[in-house]
């Protein structure tokens, strides 16, 4: 019940999370606060990807929006009856919700694999993923992220800004599925109309 009624914070709830998702993954593309390193293409491969600008970002402000629009009762009636109307509406704001499951989902699975991949960065032999290989235990290891000589702290960079998008992702998905049992709860256990018959009373 209590989710029935604040199916509309949670959509809400949507929007400053999509905003952080597009602010951080912008920061990916400036690691120690240069531009040069995304101008000649010096950054992780993963970042490319849009993940948070595009799925956990624009695409979860045109949903957060729609789902907005959707709860609000000014909403025009598409069936004869009211009833018909809010199951309508509670239908598409179920496909929304899953379409919000899997934009997020894809930015949670390449932000993961971004940050076990670990940075592109400048090593002694050059440039390239010096932890790759190490299925993210590098991230418990701090004394191997001094083997990164540029850009400087990239390591702790990328780790900090993937994992914020990581669990952006994880919320937005979270609030996502929250919504998806609101509106299936509304739509199976909604209210009907009740008959009594005349000899019952």
Partial sequence: MGLQKCGGCLSCLLIPLALWSIVINVLLYFPDGKTWYASNNNLNNYVWYFEGICFSGIMMLLL????????????????????????YRSVISVVLSLLGIAFSGYSLIISTLGLVQGPYC????????????????????????????????????????????????????????????????????????????????
């Fill in 64 to 87: 957060a929006a729609l789902l907005i629009i959707l709860d609000r009762e000014i909403f025009p009636r598409c069936c004869q009856s009211e009833s018909c109307t809010k199951t």
């Fill in 122 to 201: 400048k090593t002694p032999t050059g440039w390239g993923y010096i932890f790759k290989d190490t299925a993210g235990s590098y991230l418990m290891d701090r004394t191997a992220w001094s083997e990164c000589s540029e850009p400087a702290y990239v390591v702790e960079w990328n780790t900090i800004l993937f994992s914020v998008l990581i669990a952006l992702s994880g919320l937005q998905m979270l609030i996502c599925f929250l919504k998806v049992i609101a509106e299936l709860n509304r739509i199976l256990c909604g209210t009907y109309p009740v008959f009594i018959q005349p000899g019952m009373i």
